[in-house]
């Protein structure tokens, strides 16, 4: 068990104790909406959505983010997880549920934008959301629904009957 360097049991653990370092981590919460605004439609999420969403890069760059609830549905946080290119971004499904237990939430809304106009999903949005909800599923975090954006309206993944 011990074998490397025939070490003993005490010089092996006493070798580990020096060699580990662990990033501190911060966490901050900055209330962005004072009134813990309650989402109960998609298009009361896409009327928020848009008084956040930078408006400089919907038509430019494809953007992830994400709105996060508690357990009475109040909003109480909003993050922007990733941005990319004009035909897509990397989502950090890890980042995505840290920070969904980071802030304890209950339920989330993920939101992208598509540069192009065109609402319609395409193959990796779709296969996206289905591995988010399974990851959120592991924490006991619902997803509400994932809404695709352009200049000049939405779609809804569950009005659609995607999710």
Known sequence: MYEHKKLSKQ?????LKGNWTVAEIEISYKPIITDHTVIT????AYELIKRLWDKEKISLQEQFAALFFNAANKMIGYRVITTGTMKGCIVDVKLLVSLALHCLSSYIMIVHNHPSGNLKP???DIA?????QEALKLIDVELLDHITIVDDGFASFKETGLL
């Open 41 to 44: 439609s998609s298009y009361q």
């Open 122 to 124: 395409s193959n990796a």
């Open 11 to 15: 010089q092996y653990l006493k070798q």
């Open 128 to 132: 996206l959301t289905l591995k988010i």
